[in-house]
């Protein structure tokens, strides 16, 4: 009997245990380092860093050869640098763009749950960021119905562009409208503005004008009225007004603030600068040659003969060179903890908005406001680089033919795309816009067509079909030369 008694006493004991453990089970099996909740501010790092670092490696991959910056070498046959694309490239574009879109959808829920203004206005900066870019390289996509599966929603529908701009351009009108400059940022810091709402504030909205002018051809938008009313009302759409202000990642080397490049010198490895690019750089007499490119040498490769590049779109080998060609300069990708200046990923520079100011007067016929755009934005890309403004670069008798603004929009037009310089693929849409800067057509290109957007994915022509076809027939084809709703 004594027996039995202990046994049940045992049994009792045993029970009241385990409903205890029960009952704290989940505190006690919590790993404390495991993020059970997000706060706004959790996914905001990684998504500036990686979808800045994968775009400058775009700007590398694509727009230097559309756009005649730079180019393989020796490349005797085929190449973007010849207008040949490949039909998956780009996969890499729209896989990573939707991955990061997931994560700043998340982000935005969790700042509407913590109801933070100021998160919700930089979720939907970095949402317009991202699928502008996504929807200019591609045309049509899937928006409203994206990154929506646990919703149920595997095969999304392709929003038209037309649409996905509209609601683009209404968010950061929306989001400039959240912004509290007077609260903190309370979960972390950023790297980008280091917590400063006030520069968020201006990314949005020159950001917006990006966007407002890259589908100025369609009248039925009234981009340009829509800008004026912007540049005319600081106080209420601030946008960048210094170098200070723009979105630069400055990378210092320091984990995890190291280069995109695992090895910088990849990024020069059988490279050289296009001619063009360097053409007009000397011209300029431009101090930032020696911040973009090495100088050329002479064929034995004893000296230097000053920046030389080499045509893109090329026909014949490499022999017909009597020099060792400018290359591209290693510095532009390499951080270092050592280094005064820390590696710059421009995601939006200061200069691109005093040229979107210039045009847009220019386009009103006030080339007095033009022309003191135009030179602020000139003077902005120079020292983005860390280079020096001559105090004669308009003026000096030598270069001002070149330099100085002359009432064209091709004047303006050509230092913006110095400016849009190591910018993902803002120098290629900008061409797609407006066929500027003229590109010469060297015998490798002779016949063939500028791609104006990348072919949808196998894998998505596969999975989503009947929402590709639609989206196809709308556009008029799936090819690297249909063209999007804003260049009709």
């Not at 919590?30 to 775009?55: E, F, H, K, M, W």
């Not at 005797?76 to 490239?89: C, F, K, M, P, V």
């Not at 296009?274 to 050329?296: E, H, I, V």
């Not at 994915?457 to 999975?463: A, H």
Request: aromatic content about 12%.
């Amino acid at each position: 009997m004594k027996h039995i008694i202990k046994q049940i006493t045992f049994v009792l004991l045993v029970s009241i245990s385990i409903i205890a453990c029960t009952k704290d089970f989940e505190v006690i099996n919590t790993d404390p380092n495991r993020i059970d909740q997000i706060s706004p501010g959790t996914l905001l790092n990684p998504v500036i860093y990686s979808v800045a670092g994968y775009n400058m490696q775009r700007c590398d991959d694509i727009t230097f050869n559309l756009m005649q910056v730079a180019l393989p070498y020796p490349s005797a046959t085929g190449g973007l640098h010849r207008y040949d694309i490949s039909e998956n490239a780009g996969n890499g574009t729209w896989n990573t763009y939707y991955l990061w879109l997931n994560n700043v959808r998340e982000m935005y829920n969790a700042s509407v749950k913590a109801d933070d203004k100021n998160y919700q206005a930089i979720a939907l900066t970095l949402n317009a960021w991202i699928y502008s870019n996504l929807t200019d390289c591609f045309g049509n996509v899937p928006m409203s119905e994206a990154s929506k599966a646990e919703e149920g929603i595997l095969h999304p529908k392709f929003d038209a562009q037309q649409e996905i701009y509209t609601a683009l351009l209404a968010s950061l009108d929306s989001a400039n409208n959240l912004y509290n400059t007077s609260k903190s940022m309370l979960y972390g810091t950023e790297i980008l503005y280091g917590n400063n709402v006030s520069k968020w504030k201006k990314f949005t909205n020159s950001l917006r004008m990006r966007l407002l002018l890259r589908v100025s051809k369609r009248t039925e938008v009234g981009s340009y009225t829509l800008l004026k009313a912007m540049m005319d009302n600081p106080a209420k759409y601030p946008v960048f007004s210094s170098n200070d202000e723009a979105a630069v990642l400055k990378l210092s080397g320091v984990t995890p603030q190291t280069s995109p490049w695992g090895r910088p010198i990849d990024f020069t490895t059988f490279r050289a600068v296009a001619k063009f690019f360097l053409d007009s750089l000397n011209a300029f007499n431009d101090p930032r040659r020696a911040k973009f490119a090495t100088q050329a040498r002479n064929a034995s490769g004893t000296g230097n003969i000053g920046y030389i590049g080499i045509p893109s779109g090329y026909a014949g080998s490499e022999s017909q060179f009597n020099y060792i060609p400018s290359n591209v300069n290693v510095a532009l990708v390499t951080a270092s903890s050592s280094s005064v200046t820390p590696m710059s990923v421009v995601i939006m520079p200061y200069a691109e908005v005093e040229f979107i100011k210039a045009e847009v007067e220019f386009q009103q016929g006030n080339h007095a406001a033009a022309k003191t755009a135009y030179e602020k934005g000139v003077k902005a890309s120079i020292e983005q680089w860390g280079a020096v403004m001559p105090a004669d670069y308009f003026t000096n008798s030598t270069y001002a033919e070149a330099t100085a603004y002359n009432n064209t929009l091709h004047r303006i037009l050509l230092q913006k795309y110095y400016a849009l310089f190591f910018v993902d693929y803002q120098a290629w849409f900008e061409y797609r816009r407006t066929g500027m800067p003229v590109l010469p057509v060297n015998a490798g290109t002779a016949g063939k067509q500028m791609p104006t957007r990348f072919k949808y994915p196998i894998n998505i022509r596969s999975m989503n079909p009947d929402n590709y076809k639609s989206a196809v027939q709308a556009m008029g084809g799936d090819d690297n030369t249909t063209k999007v709703w804003w260049e009709k």
